[in-house]
């Protein structure tokens, strides 16, 4: 009886020996995983699984681990055991399974993911995006086998990554071991801390031999990404949050990245500072200067950031003063990771991201800059440069069309550069081409106006048919939808929509016209012609007859401007075939603008718009004489939308119209 007892206490004794050590074991495995050191945390996690631990927390760590430092394949197979052991998962898991998927050729698995990650992240950009392009990898496709791509010859068995060009040289980030005695790692990985090197760029396009940019450089902290201004007097780049050989932590002692300046003085790299947006809170890295040099792009986590890093901009002043970050907003970010910006000399942003609907991993996009600062409609550049894994840190010549990327794709070290050469350009552009045509005669029509805009109803272009009813909009954008808005004397006013489809030169199109079967008729109209102060009037206003009679929105001006809008001259090319069909009309145009601004500003404004209609009606051929034009600014409100008054802007849009009254007939 006392042996089994004294067995009984052993083997409870055991057990709680190994319950402790296996506590411990989980907190030194979480302590790594939260310091971000992802190599040791994984050698602890899957330690702790191998003793038949299948807690959630821990295969969710797991496969963030593997996730987090690139190696998908290995992160797909704890994602895949987390999904069999515990279905129910939050929708950043079922995001970051369906990438894994991908990584691992398995885009139908994917795409069944994606579709329970889009039911349960409706509102998120990743599951907007997503569900609106099913056919991803069609359009992937169609951007495809535009680049020649090579090893750019000075990668390793190491990690090389981060490109630009300074000098005719390649300026590189690598983590190569150099031959120190002491050697030293980054906790991320285990790797070697990475350092800057340099290697001439030879004519036919191959590197010469990697050399380290900065040869006083024994620190031990990462140095990424730097960028230089043309004048070669400026360098940007990402370091580790380290100032004097002082670190720097938040408040979690982690040490992030930070962005640092250097100018060349005495041919040295010198008066090295952090920009003053830096944070020890959160980290900022990898600068990209605009054309001008005006605007500093970079990635970050700070607070506002919309995923696990965003894309900000924030304006280099002429003092060398910088303004307020501002986030590129869900026109670029999304709920994944946007990083690695690069601006070409075509003002296109190119950046990497994983919250778009891609080919596994990071992929590479693009977006055009337009004038105001926001962007065009956000494109993968597609294979060879994208892959089913990492493909970042792209840049390329816009006169050479030669570059560099980086991926993590099976290579000769865990991140390779890649150099390559693009043969054909992503701007996809086609010609609109088409014939209009009498509807019912099926006639072609000559001298018929047409105003082509694009889906935001801007942007117009006008053309003209020729003898044979053929008309041609050069430059039209694939994937974008256009409306076309027809013109001719006796035809009904047309309007037809196109969209653009990619995979051909050109789009037809023919546009069938109607002709009108009776004359305009100006109604209910009383006129005494003995004398004009006797003429009972009646205006022709947008939202009396003429609106109904002719179905004219009133839409002549953008708010605050007198230059009539391309997009209302059908509008008013119906006031000149009521002028034309009627020689002995005459018109005294009437403007009004709502109550916003001064009434004195209003009453200036108005009269400028009324003088604008009149002197486009003159250039279509009517008779100066028979207009006239005044302005009434806000003195006759057809609402109670006065100075004041919350309207909506609806109802200030019934103020700001313009009415053409008939004096004689």
Same mark, same amino acid.
């Given at each position: 009886?006392?042996?089994?007892?004294?067995?009984?206490?052993?083997?409870?004794?055991?057990?709680?020996?190994?319950?402790?050590?296996?506590?411990?074991?989980?907190?030194?495995?979480?302590?790594?995983?939260?310091?971000?050191?992802?190599?040791?945390?994984?050698?602890?996690?899957?330690?702790?699984?191998?003793?038949?631990?299948?807690?959630?927390?821990?295969?969710?760590?797991?496969?963030?681990?593997?996730?987090?430092?690139?190696?998908?394949?290995?992160?797909?197979?704890?994602?895949?055991?987390?999904?069999?052991?515990?279905?129910?998962?939050?929708?950043?898991?079922?995001?970051?399974?369906?990438?894994?998927?991908?990584?691992?050729?398995?885009?139908?698995?994917?795409?069944?993911?994606?579709?329970?990650?889009?039911?349960?992240?409706?509102?998120?950009?990743?599951?907007?995006?997503?569900?609106?392009?099913?056919?991803?990898?069609?359009?992937?496709?169609?951007?495809?086998?535009?680049?020649?791509?090579?090893?750019?010859?000075?990668?390793?068995?190491?990690?090389?990554?981060?490109?630009?060009?300074?000098?005719?040289?390649?300026?590189?980030?690598?983590?190569?071991?150099?031959?120190?005695?002491?050697?030293?790692?980054?906790?991320?990985?285990?790797?070697?801390?990475?350092?800057?090197?340099?290697?001439?760029?030879?004519?036919?396009?191959?590197?010469?031999?990697?050399?380290?940019?900065?040869?006083?450089?024994?620190?031990?902290?990462?140095?990424?990404?730097?960028?230089?201004?043309?004048?070669?007097?400026?360098?940007?780049?990402?370091?580790?949050?380290?100032?004097?050989?002082?670190?720097?932590?938040?408040?979690?002692?982690?040490?992030?990245?930070?962005?640092?300046?250097?100018?060349?003085?005495?041919?040295?790299?010198?008066?090295?500072?952090?920009?003053?947006?830096?944070?020890?809170?959160?980290?900022?890295?990898?600068?990209?200067?605009?054309?001008?040099?005006?605007? =500093?792009?970079? #990635?970050? *986590?700070?607070?506002?950031? +919309? $995923?696990?890093? &965003? %894309? @900000?901009?924030?304006?280099?002043? !002429? /003092?060398?003063?910088?303004?307020?970050?501002?986030?590129?907003?869900?026109?670029?970010?999304?709920?994944?990771?946007?990083?690695?910006?690069?601006?070409?000399?075509?003002?296109? =942003?190119?950046? #990497?991201? *994983?919250?778009?609907?891609? +080919? $596994?991993?990071? &992929? %590479? @996009?693009?977006?055009?800059?337009? !004038? /105001?600062?926001?962007?065009?409609?956000?494109?993968?550049?597609?294979?060879?440069?994208?892959?089913?894994?990492?493909?970042?840190?792209?840049?390329?010549?816009?006169?050479?069309?030669?570059?560099?990327?980086?991926?993590?794709?099976?290579?000769? $070290?865990?991140? &390779? %550069? @890649?150099?390559?050469?693009?043969?054909?350009?992503?701007?996809?552009?086609?010609?609109?081409?088409?014939?209009?045509?009498?509807?019912?005669?099926?006639?072609?029509?000559?001298?018929?106006?047409?105003?082509?805009?694009?889906?935001?109803?801007?942007?117009?272009?006008?053309?003209?048919?020729?003898?044979?009813?053929?008309?041609?909009?050069?430059?039209?954008?694939?994937?974008?939808?256009?409306?076309?808005?027809?013109?001719?004397?006796?035809?009904?006013?047309?309007?037809?929509?196109?969209?653009?489809?990619?995979?051909?030169?050109?789009?037809?199109?023919?546009?069938?016209?109607?002709?009108?079967?009776?004359?305009?008729?100006?109604?209910?109209?009383?006129?005494?012609?003995?004398?004009?102060?006797?003429?009972?009037?009646?205006?022709?206003?947008?939202?009396?007859?003429?609106?109904?009679?002719?179905?004219?929105?009133?839409?002549?001006?953008?708010?605050?401007?007198?230059?009539?809008?391309?997009?209302?001259?059908?509008?008013?090319?119906?006031?000149?075939?009521?002028?034309?069909?009627?020689?002995?009309?005459?018109?005294?145009?009437?403007?009004?603008?709502?109550?916003?601004?001064?009434?004195?500003?209003?009453?200036?404004?108005?009269?400028?718009?009324?003088?604008?209609?009149?002197?486009?009606?003159?250039?279509?051929?009517?008779?100066?004489?028979?207009?006239?034009?005044?302005?009434?600014?806000?003195?006759?409100?057809?609402?109670?939308?006065?100075?004041?008054?919350?309207?909506?802007?609806?109802?200030?849009?019934?103020?700001?119209?313009?009415?053409?009254?008939?004096?004689?007939?």
């Amino acid at each position: 009886m006392r042996i089994k007892s004294l067995s009984c206490i052993a083997l409870l004794c055991c057990f709680v020996f190994n319950a402790t050590a296996q506590t411990s074991l989980i907190k030194n495995a979480d302590k790594k995983y939260d310091e971000y050191a992802y190599v040791d945390a994984i050698k602890s996690y899957e330690r702790i699984v191998s003793k038949g631990n299948k807690e959630e927390r821990i295969l969710q760590r797991l496969g963030n681990s593997y996730y987090f430092i690139g190696e998908f394949v290995k992160a797909l197979k704890w994602y895949d055991r987390l999904f069999r052991e515990h279905r129910e998962q939050e929708a950043e898991y079922l995001y970051r399974y369906a990438q894994c998927l991908k990584t691992n050729g398995n885009y139908k698995k994917a795409d069944e993911v994606l579709q329970k990650y889009e039911e349960k992240a409706a509102v998120e950009k990743r599951a907007v995006l997503s569900k609106k392009d099913k056919n991803y990898l069609a359009s992937i496709k169609l951007n495809s086998g535009r680049f020649l791509i090579a090893d750019a010859g000075i990668n390793t068995v190491y990690s090389e990554y981060g490109t630009t060009i300074f000098d005719n040289k390649i300026i590189f980030t690598s983590a190569r071991d150099t031959g120190g005695v002491f050697q030293s790692s980054f906790k991320w990985t285990n790797k070697s801390f990475s350092k800057l090197y340099k290697a001439d760029l030879n004519s036919d396009g191959s590197v010469g031999i990697p050399t380290l940019f900065n040869k006083k450089n024994n620190q031990k902290y990462n140095e990424s990404t730097p960028v230089f201004t043309k004048d070669g007097k400026t360098m940007y780049f990402t370091r580790n949050n380290v100032n004097d050989g002082k670190k720097g932590s938040n408040d979690k002692d982690i040490t992030l990245l930070k962005i640092y300046k250097a100018e060349w003085q005495d041919g040295e790299w010198k008066n090295v500072k952090e920009l003053p947006f830096n944070s020890d809170q959160y980290s900022a890295a990898h600068p990209a200067l605009s054309i001008d040099e005006k605007i =500093l792009y970079f #990635a970050s *986590d700070m607070p506002g950031t +919309l $995923g696990q890093s &965003d %894309i @900000y901009k924030v304006s280099i002043n !002429e /003092d060398g003063t910088f303004g307020t970050p501002q986030n590129l907003g869900s026109e670029i970010n999304t709920e994944g990771r946007e990083t690695f910006p690069f601006v070409s000399g075509d003002n296109e =942003l190119f950046f #990497a991201s *994983d919250g778009r609907p891609g +080919l $596994g991993g990071l &992929d %590479i @996009y693009v977006s055009k800059i337009k !004038e /105001d600062g926001s962007f065009e409609e956000v494109e993968n550049v597609g294979e060879p440069v994208n892959s089913k894994d990492d493909d970042f840190a792209f840049i390329i010549n816009d006169k050479t069309r030669n570059g560099f990327f980086t991926s993590n794709r099976k290579g000769v $070290g865990f991140d &390779d %550069i @890649y150099r390559f050469n693009e043969i054909k350009r992503l701007v996809c552009e086609q010609q609109l081409v088409g014939v209009v045509v009498d509807e019912e005669t099926k006639e072609v029509l000559s001298e018929v106006s047409l105003i082509l805009f694009d889906e935001t109803r801007n942007n117009a272009v006008e053309v003209i048919t020729n003898q044979k009813g053929e008309f041609t909009f050069p430059g039209v954008k694939c994937g974008k939808k256009y409306f076309i808005k027809t013109s001719k004397t006796d035809y009904e006013f047309k309007e037809v929509s196109v969209e653009i489809k990619r995979g051909t030169d050109k789009t037809s199109l023919s546009i069938e016209l109607e002709k009108k079967s009776k004359p305009i008729l100006v109604k209910n109209i009383e006129i005494k012609t003995s004398k004009i102060s006797a003429v009972k009037v009646k205006p022709i206003s947008m939202g009396t007859d003429l609106i109904k009679l002719l179905n004219i929105p009133l839409n002549f001006f953008d708010l605050g401007k007198s230059t009539i809008k391309k997009t209302s001259e059908p509008q008013l090319q119906k006031v000149v075939d009521i002028l034309k069909q009627y020689p002995s009309l005459s018109l005294d145009i009437r403007s009004h603008t709502d109550s916003r601004s001064s009434a004195e500003s209003n009453m200036i404004l108005s009269e400028k718009r009324a003088e604008s209609t009149k002197n486009w009606l003159v250039q279509k051929g009517i008779d100066a004489s028979r207009l006239t034009a005044k302005g009434f600014g806000e003195t006759q409100l057809v609402n109670n939308c006065a100075d004041g008054v919350k309207c909506s802007e609806k109802q200030h849009q019934m103020n700001r119209r313009s009415e053409f009254i008939i004096t004689s007939l």
